[in-house]
Structures are given as structure tokens and as C-alpha cells.
């Protein structure tokens, strides 16, 4: 599906319905079972999506999602009409600012948490994301399974299939397991005669390149920085294992049920953590601070041990 990035100066016909989750890859993740809920429910509406342009591809995966409005956070107004939207999802959160965006549009119908103004239900803390707005639509009269998260597998080749993907980065150095960590793991992996791939964003490249450097990997065995994100996604899609951070890379192991390996570190296993399948959560829950904003490895992460990873891998019957 082919998403259209122009805001359409005339409406097509149909009714419209904006989703705002205007987050990263995860959160698109996690919400997958809400769209679906949310397509199925109003298939005659033209669904946008209203999240930061760079996610297109992944939401097009989703089979939900007709247009992607790019909206970079909570900042700016939403690029739309006011009444020009018949209903209006708020997947984003519940605060005043998600809140104040989607009524400034002024839309026929909401969808939200309780709150002043929004009927729904009353927002809970410790809930599983996947579940907390899968729920949310389905009070809405809008059912959802929220294990309905699988991804449309990408027309794009994988560049390395049957590779494990070693995912060495993350958003924030909370979720930075040690680069001499990651190393010993991946030249594990390959002595097993496994060819291991080294990813990232193009920002994470020296970190990769690093961990390839203390692997005795080649260069050739990073390609941090040098997949779109299309091509990422079908290079999970065929990965024999993901070795990853709670990252967007571990969400894409779940929306493919590709066998992981899934480090935790700030974050709660029990609101973020993969779905059941072929996927094994490390962490120490006792040692957690839980700041996802920290320049340093939270303690639960670091908790986590190269053996613990190989271990984990032996058990997904790849190591």
C-alpha cells in the first residue's frame, strides 16, 4: 500500500479519521491492533495516520492505514482543516497537549481516554501498550485483538536472509547495552557458523562499526546506517535470530515472529515486552530506575550478561 505524504486540499468522498500517535517505531508497533480494530470498524473512512514521516513505510505494512500525516510531535498544530475529520483518535497519550491538538481540529466524533470533555475509559497505569489501546478503541465499540500486530512482510529482498541481526543501537543511553557486550555475543554467534549482520540508524554507525572492530567482524558485517527502513524491516522479517534493546528493531521481531532476544532496561517488561512466541525477555526488574532518558545504561540492562544472551539463544535452538 502506497502512502500519500500530500494533505489533500479536497476531501475524496469518504469520512475521515485521524489516528494521532505522532511517536517512534515501537509505539507505531504496539498500536497495530488498534488500527486494525479501527479499519475493520469504518472501512468506507479515508484513515490517517498522524506520526512522524519517516514511519511511512512501516505503516503502510500495516494494511490500516490509508495516508500518513507527518507530524513531528505535539508542537505544531495538526496539518488539518478544523471539521474536516469525522473522528479523531487519540493513540498518543492522554495529556492536555495530545488532547488540545485533535480538538483544535474540531472533529465530528472522539476516541480518548476520560478526561475533561472526552468520554472513554478512565487511563490505567501498568498496562501493556498493545493492550491498553486495543482496549481503548474496543470501549470505544471498536473491538481489537491486541495479538493482531503482524506486519505485511516487505516486496523488498531481505539483504541477508536466514542472518542474525545484531541490533546495537537505541534512542536513548538507557537502553545502550555495552559495546564490548554486544561483541562478545556476536563473535559467539558467527564461531557457531552463523553469519551476523550489524544494524542501527546511520547515527549508531561507529557504535556498530565498533562492536564489528572488537569482533574481528569485517566492515561488511555493519550495515548500520545503510538500509532504508523498508529494507530493515524485511531483513527481520527473514532474521534466524534478533539480538536487540527494547528498541523498534525487537517490535519488528514480534510483528514477524522472528526468534528474539529482547534486553530490558528502563522500560517495564510488563507494559513493553514482546508478545508469547519465539521471544526471550532479559533483564534483573530488581535493579531498574526506570529513567528512559539517561545518558547511562539503566542497571537492569547491565544486569545482562553475554552468557545470559548465548544462553537464550541456545533455547531458541540458534546457538
Known amino acids: 500500500m502506497a502512502l500519500n505524504f500530500a494533505a489533500s486540499p479536497h476531501r475524496d468522498g469518504r469520512p475521515e479519521l485521524l489516528a494521532l500517535r505522532a511517536l517512534k517505531l515501537g509505539d507505531l508497533l504496539v498500536a497495530v491492533p488498534a488500527l486494525r480494530g479501527l479499519r475493520r470498524a469504518f ?19 500495516t494494511d490500516a492505514v490509508d495516508e500518513l500525516l507527518p507530524t513531528h510531535g505535539l508542537d505544531e498544530p495538526l496539518d488539518l482543516a478544523p471539521g474536516s475529520v469525522d473522528i479523531a483518535v487519540n493513540l498518543h497519550g492522554n495529556g492536555p497537549e495530545s488532547r488540545g491538538r485533535l480538538e483544535e481540529i474540531v472533529p465530528a466524533r472522539r476516541m480518548g481516554h476520560r478526561s475533561p470533555g472526552w468520554d472513554g475509559p478512565a487511563w490505567q497505569d501498568g498496562v501493556h501498550e498493545r493492550h491498553r489501546w486495543a482496549d481503548l478503541v474496543s470501549w470505544h465499540g471498536v473491538p481489537a485483538d491486541p495479538l493482531d500486530l503482524r506486519l505485511r512482510i516487505p516486496d523488498e529482498e531481505s539483504v541477508a536472509p536466514g542472518a542474525i541481526v545484531v541490533h546495537v543501537g537505541a534512542a536513548y543511553g538507557s537502553r545502550l547495552w555495552p559495546v564490548d557486550r554486544f561483541a562478545a ?24 562499526l565498533a562492536v ?9 558485517a555493519v550495515v548500520a546506517g545503510e538500509l532504508p527502513l523498508e529494507r530493515f524491516a524485511a531483513l527481520v522479517a527473514g532474521a534466524r535470530l534478533v539480538v536487540s534493546a527494547d528498541t523498534g528493531a525487537a517490535h519488528l521481531a514480534s510483528a514477524y515472529a522472528r526468534p528474539s532476544v529482547v ?19 532479559l533483564t534483573d526488574a530488581s535493579k531498574r530506575i526506570g529513567e528512559t532518558f539517561a545518558t547511562e545504561p539503566d542497571p537492569a540492562l547491565l544486569a545482562v550478561t553475554p552468557d545470559s544472551v548465548l544462553a537464550a539463544a ?6
Open 263 to 281: 534486553l530490558f532496561g528502563p522500560a517495564p517488561v510488563e507494559e513493553w515486552g514482546p508478545p508469547p512466541g519465539p521471544h526471550i525477555v
Open 185 to 208: 555475543v556476536s563473535k559467539a554467534l558467527a564461531g557457531a557458523g552463523h553469519q551476523v549482520l550489524l544494524t542501527g540508524s546511520a547515527g549508531e554507525r561507529a557504535r556498530a
Open 314 to 319: 541456545s533455547r531458541l535452538g540458534v546457538y
Open 212 to 220: 564489528a572492530e572488537a569482533a574481528g567482524f569485517p566492515e561488511r
Open 43 to 61: 472501512p468506507g473512512h479515508r484513515i490517517r495516520y498522524a506520526a512522524q514521516a519517516w514511519l511511512a513505510p512501516i505503516v503502510a505494512l
